[in-house]
Each structure stands twice: as structure tokens, then as C-alpha cells.
């Protein structure tokens, strides 16, 4: 296996959320507060849902946003909202690498501190775009590890869906199906398989070609 595929880099970084971004000017708005993006889930056409966490109400500032779509407040702090397609979600160097920072992550006064695992060349890529794109960040760490092909629960589902015939043509289970078996909500599961197949696919990319000439 090549060394790209093997070794990961993965680092701790603040960014500070541009102007427009939903996270960045609430927080900015309420500088003393900490927000807590729980779960992030990147939808089609640049939209997006959160699940959130925050020690004072940004309820106010919220509904007003011109990048929130929907605010549901639930209880104890916790709160959802819907982000439209100019909120901001994960800023575009991150969408065009194709890199998801970790979750939990929080959102202090308009900086962000996000925990991101890739390749080498695509950490130094992502570097290099937030200096072009002009987005104050400051590198917090940085260290290689070993990784992996799959995560433990990612070769744990993957095994369940080859079980089960989900790569299998024509399917033996579809997608809901397959989440009912696994205990798991249908989009939890969907970004579940995206990440093996993507991981499946980025490792065997040069033998695939070596093999289809």
C-alpha cells in the first residue's frame, strides 16, 4: 500500500468564520458564549443541518439570520437548524478537498477550532487555501499516525452490508433496510457508507487503473 494511503496527518487548527457564516456571527454577536456543533451534515446544493449545543441563547440572532432556514429550539441548551445555501456550513476550502472536520467541534467568537484527519498532500492543500482565500487561522498541532484502512464501527458496518448484499447487483437490501439491521438512522448510515466507499476507493485507485488500461 503507498505510504499517501497509509499515513494521515491530522491536525488542530482555529479558523476564523467569515462574515455570512451562520456559527461566526452568532457567536460574534454573543462573544462570551461557547457553541458546540454536535453533528454536522452536509446536504445537496450547499445546504446543511446541525445539531448544537450553547451556555447562552442565541435564539434571537438565529431566527434573524439570513443563513438559517429553520431554528428548532429542543431543551437544556440544545438546539437544530436548517442552513440555507449562503449560511455558510463548512467553508469552501473544506468542501472542495472534500475533507469533514471532526465532530463535536466548537465556535468561540467567530473562531472555530475543528480536529481534521487526511493525507498529507491534502492538509498541505487546505493550508495553502485558507492563506489564498484569505481566512485568519491558526495551526494549534500537528502529527502523523498510522491509520487504518477503515475505522473499527466502519469496518464493523461494512462487513454487515457485505453480509447482507448491499454491494451486490442487483441489491439484496436497500439503504433503510440495511440501517433497520445496524440499529442506525438512514442519513447517519448514508454518510457511514460514503466514507468506506470513498476510503475503498482512494486506496485502490492505482491498481484500478493498472488493471483497466
Same mark, same amino acid.
Given at each position: 500500500?503507498?505510504?499517501?494511503?497509509?499515513?494521515?496527518? &491530522?491536525?488542530?487548527?482555529?479558523?476564523?468564520?467569515?462574515?455570512?457564516?451562520?456559527?461566526?456571527?452568532? +457567536?460574534?454577536?454573543?462573544?462570551?458564549? +461557547?457553541?458546540?456543533?454536535?453533528?454536522?451534515?452536509? %446536504?445537496?446544493?450547499?445546504?446543511? *443541518?446541525?445539531?448544537?449545543?450553547?451556555?447562552?441563547?442565541?435564539?434571537?440572532?438565529?431566527?434573524?439570520? =439570513?443563513?438559517?432556514? =429553520?431554528?428548532?429550539?429542543?431543551?437544556?441548551?440544545? @438546539?437544530?437548524?436548517?442552513?440555507?445555501?449562503?449560511? !455558510?456550513?463548512?467553508?469552501?476550502?473544506?468542501?472542495?478537498?472534500?475533507?469533514?472536520?471532526? *465532530?463535536?467541534?466548537?465556535?468561540?467568537?467567530? #473562531?472555530?477550532? #475543528?480536529?481534521?484527519?487526511?493525507? /498529507?498532500?491534502?492538509?498541505?492543500?487546505?493550508?495553502?487555501?485558507?492563506?489564498?482565500?484569505?481566512?485568519?487561522?491558526?495551526?494549534?498541532?500537528?502529527?502523523?499516525?498510522?491509520?487504518?484502512?477503515? *475505522?473499527? /464501527? &466502519?469496518?464493523?458496518?461494512?462487513?454487515?452490508? +457485505?453480509?447482507? !448484499? @448491499?454491494?451486490?447487483?442487483?441489491?439484496?437490501?436497500?439503504?433503510?433496510?440495511?440501517?433497520?439491521?445496524?440499529?442506525?438512522?438512514?442519513? *447517519? %448510515?448514508? +454518510? &457511514? %457508507?460514503?466514507?468506506?466507499?470513498?476510503?475503498?476507493?482512494?486506496?485502490?485507485?492505482? =491498481?484500478? /487503473?493498472?488493471?483497466?488500461?
Amino acid at each position: 500500500m503507498k505510504e499517501s494511503t497509509a499515513m494521515l496527518q &491530522q491536525i488542530r487548527i482555529d479558523v476564523r468564520l467569515p462574515e455570512g457564516h451562520w456559527a461566526g456571527d452568532v +457567536t460574534r454577536a454573543h462573544p462570551s458564549a +461557547t457553541l458546540r456543533i454536535e453533528q454536522h451534515m452536509p %446536504l445537496s446544493r450547499g445546504r446543511g *443541518t446541525a445539531r448544537c449545543w450553547c451556555d447562552e441563547s442565541l435564539e434571537n440572532n438565529l431566527v434573524s439570520h =439570513e443563513g438559517i432556514d =429553520e431554528y428548532n429550539g429542543i431543551e437544556d441548551g440544545h @438546539f437544530s437548524v436548517n442552513i440555507s445555501a449562503g449560511g !455558510g456550513g463548512f467553508v469552501r476550502p473544506l468542501v472542495d478537498i472534500g475533507i469533514v472536520p471532526r *465532530t463535536p467541534f466548537e465556535v468561540r467568537d467567530g #473562531w472555530v477550532e #475543528w480536529t481534521i484527519e487526511g493525507r /498529507r498532500d491534502e492538509v498541505r492543500e487546505l493550508i495553502h487555501r485558507f492563506r489564498t482565500d484569505q481566512l485568519p487561522h491558526r495551526l494549534l498541532s500537528t502529527r502523523n499516525s498510522r491509520s487504518r484502512l477503515l *475505522t473499527t /464501527r &466502519q469496518r464493523e458496518v461494512f462487513e454487515v452490508a +457485505t453480509r447482507e !448484499g @448491499f454491494w451486490d447487483v442487483p441489491r439484496r437490501i436497500n439503504l433503510s433496510e440495511l440501517a433497520k439491521v445496524l440499529g442506525v438512522a438512514k442519513s *447517519t %448510515l448514508s +454518510t &457511514q %457508507l460514503h466514507r468506506i466507499e470513498s476510503a475503498v476507493f482512494h486506496a485502490f485507485t492505482d =491498481e484500478i /487503473r493498472r488493471q483497466s488500461p
